[in-house]
């Protein structure tokens, strides 16, 4: 861990009248985030296009007195932190443009997965929404999916109890600080998740479980995922908003249906019928839609049948996408080729009939 570099990037988190949006365009002018606390405003102004005004109000020596408060529970702690550069950051949740700038983690956490899903639903989860919970989650087993859900009352929880008893990597997302887990009650499970899995948050140390924090937390719920289940939710509540958001951000969206006489049925039936979630039964199901349901099959005779004719770099990426199903992303990284060039690779591959794309613009070999 950095410390001087860390302490910037916290206080470029607290800034006053400066959100994510501007923030990534204001760095994205300047050699470092140090700059942005260093040079006077007049050279801020010129290098950055933003107003005096704008600038003098970010309040930067109070934000910096913030950040370094944090620095010392942070290390005692061992708390991770994953800014929006990095490659520890979720991948998925950087494609959305209100992505948090920084994250604060504690676990084995491991948000890039090939294959994440977000569960969520009612804090008053009845019989029926357990059963669906139990199902899919066994469904899951084996598969290598990463699972996320809020911590929550109800389905969340139940979600998480359920990867811990199979084994499955969950992540739970908070909407505090991480010196505390709301509620309570769910502390045994949050511990037990430490270990294939953990507790993400926005929030520095400290900060509360304050109503207006978890609409905010649903949208990193929805961004880190390539698709979001809704099972079981009333008319209105946090299941939908992370069901508009991830809606929002192009991701897939799944809801069970119900009776149309329960209550905590009427949220997922109204999703199916206005089309913003397919209709969902099963787990394996789910997995169909997603195409995570094949086996894979060794890959090395297709490969060398069809290197005959494939140009140096098409090879590379062949054999990158040989170790399974990939983000366009890693295997930019892995090949270094520039994203606009793999694009173009993968167009080619995919019209050759070399590999497939899936959702959530992920490539294998066919």
Not at 39 to 58: D, P
Not at 108 to 119: H, Q, R, T, W
Not at 322 to 339: F, M, N, R, Y
Request: charged share 25%; glycine share 8%.
């Amino acid at each position: 861990m950095n410390t001087p570099e860390l302490i910037y990037q916290i206080a470029l988190t607290q800034l006053k009248g400066i959100g994510p949006v501007k923030a990534k365009s204001i760095i994205s002018k300047l050699d470092t985030i140090e700059c942005l606390f260093k040079e006077k405003i007049e050279v801020l102004e010129k290098r950055t296009g933003f107003n005096k005004k704008a600038l003098y109000q970010m309040e930067r020596e109070e934000a910096l007195l913030i950040a370094k408060k944090q620095i010392g529970f942070i290390k005692k702690q061992k708390i991770k932190c994953h800014f929006y550069t990095s490659s520890s950051y979720p991948r998925r949740l950087k494609e959305c443009s209100d992505a948090p700038l920084l994250l604060f983690s504690k676990g084995e956490l491991e948000c890039n997965f090939s294959k994440v899903v977000s569960i969520v639903g009612t804090r008053n989860a009845t019989e029926y929404g357990r059963k669906i919970c139990e199902d899919l989650i066994k469904d899951f087993i084996g598969k290598d999916i990463l699972v996320i859900s809020g911590m929550a009352y109800g389905i969340d929880i139940y979600v998480h109890n359920l990867c811990v008893k199979y084994n499955i990597p969950t992540i739970g997302v908070l909407g505090h600080g991480l010196d505390r887990l709301y509620p309570n009650q769910h502390l045994e499970t949050a511990n037990k998740m430490m270990k294939n899995g953990g507790l993400l948050t926005e929030y520095l140390p400290g900060t509360n479980p304050d109503r207006e924090n978890f609409p905010m937390r649903n949208r990193i719920v929805a961004g880190m995922s390539d698709a979001t289940i809704v099972i079981e939710s009333k008319e209105k509540g946090g299941s939908l908003i992370t069901a508009d958001l991830a809606n929002q951000y192009n991701k897939d969206v799944f809801a069970y249906p119900g009776n149309v006489g329960q209550e905590f049925s009427k949220g997922c039936n109204q999703l199916i019928l206005d089309q913003k979630a397919h209709l969902l039964l099963n787990g394996n199901a789910f997995l169909k839609w997603m195409d995570w349901d094949e086996k894979k099959a060794p890959q090395k005779e297709v490969q060398r049948s069809i290197f005959v004719d494939l140009n140096s770099e098409e090879k590379l990426i062949v054999e990158i996408i040989t170790e399974g199903a990939l983000h366009i992303d890693i295997i930019s990284s892995k090949s270094k080729v520039p994203i606009s060039k793999i694009n173009i690779l993968l167009f080619n591959l995919e019209m050759n009939g070399v590999i497939q794309s899936l959702p959530g613009k992920m490539y294998k070999l066919i």
